[in-house]
């Protein structure tokens, strides 16, 4: 093209982008041509729900109502004359809103586009058209898997009945069953892998279940608790009924423990491939105690006490 336009988000044109983070998108150009081109003026439309326009920053002056990012003469003196073969560049800061606005389980699959064009009045001397060059660049938005960890004591609806005495004594075993409850927003994932290692004194016992087909294994020598699935749907956890485990733990605390909560089940993480951008996505939920904050019928009296 005797005059080109090419756009790159963050030094790259197969970026993918997350939710709530800050896209740095320039448009690069240059004069192809023998003459100088006069009065340049570069537009970039901005297309995609997942922008965060009120945040647009850079030199381009945003046409409100129609999303439209302009720069010309009048605000970048480098446009008012291009030389045959030099070249140059605008560029502009956006942020990806911090959430999907998901509605339904078809709500998936989210895009950035950014369709720009330049031009310039001035007329080759082979033609009386004024130079026009489009570009545009699609963005994918990664979408969010997420895991959260819960820990009961009195748990009877999930078909557990744990043993032992709450608070907790030293020297005494108690049993607790843990939840892992599964979501995936804006994406359908697969090859999901959940994990978590267990406390010092604490074991699973018993047999895990979950409504997935598959149900959380346990492995006795690094007292890890592991959980594969095969795949999530997109928004499957934050509309209708998530993907859920349930497993029991029996945690027997010692001296080391009397006045304080004692870890059951340490931080639990969560990875899965995003089927749209083909991405690793990751996700983790903290560790929990016997303050067993889920648990709205212990109260916070989960500290370990002398036998």
């Known amino acids: 093209s005797p005059l080109s336009l090419s756009l790159r988000l963050n030094g790259n044109s197969e970026y993918v982008a997350k939710a709530g983070e800050i896209l ?20 970039a439309n901005l297309s995609g729900e997942m922008f965060d326009l009120s945040t647009i920053s850079g030199q381009g002056v945003l046409r409100q109502g129609e999303n439209i990012l302009i720069w010309n003469s009048s605000g970048i003196s480098s446009l008012e004359m291009i030389s045959p073969g ?3 560049a605008v560029s502009f800061s956006v942020k990806v809103r911090n959430n999907f606005s998901v509605k339904r389980f ?10 720009a064009e330049i031009t310039s009045p001035t007329t080759l001397p082979s033609t ?18 997420g895991v959260d960890a819960k820990a009961y004591f009195r748990d009877a609806e999930s078909g557990y009945l744990n043993q032992g005495i709450f608070p907790p004594k030293a020297g ?16 359908d994932v ?38 594969q699935v095969d795949k999530l749907q997109a928004n499957q956890g934050v509309i209708g009924s998530p993907i859920e485990a349930v497993f029991q733990i029996e945690a027997a605390p010692n001296a080391s423990n009397v006045g304080a909560y004692m870890p059951l089940i340490n931080a639990t993480t969560i990875r899965a491939t995003d089927a749209f951008t083909g991405q690793e996505l990751l996700g983790n939920d903290v560790g929990i105690t ?11 009296q989960g500290g370990v006490v002398q036998p």
């Open 106 to 115: 078809s709500d998936k699959n989210y895009s950035l586009l950014i369709n």
């Open 128 to 145: 009386s058209a004024s130079l026009l060059t489009k570009s545009r660049l699609e963005t994918k938005v990664a979408g969010v898997i």
């Open 190 to 227: 697969s090859g999901v892998e959940v994990r978590s290692i267990l406390g010092n004194n604490v074991r699973m016992i018993g047999e895990a279940r979950s409504n997935s087909g598959s149900a959380p294994s346990y492995n006795s020598e690094t007292n890890e608790v592991f959980w």
């Open 172 to 187: 005494q075993p108690t049993q607790f069953t843990i939840h892992w409850i599964l979501r995936s927003t804006a994406a």
């Open 24 to 43: 740095n998108y320039t448009l690069s150009y240059i004069n192809g041509t023998e003459v100088s081109l006069r009065n340049v003026s570069i537009k």
């Open 290 to 300: 016997t303050a067993l904050p889920d648990d709205a019928t212990v109260g916070g």
């Open 86 to 88: 030099n070249a140059g």
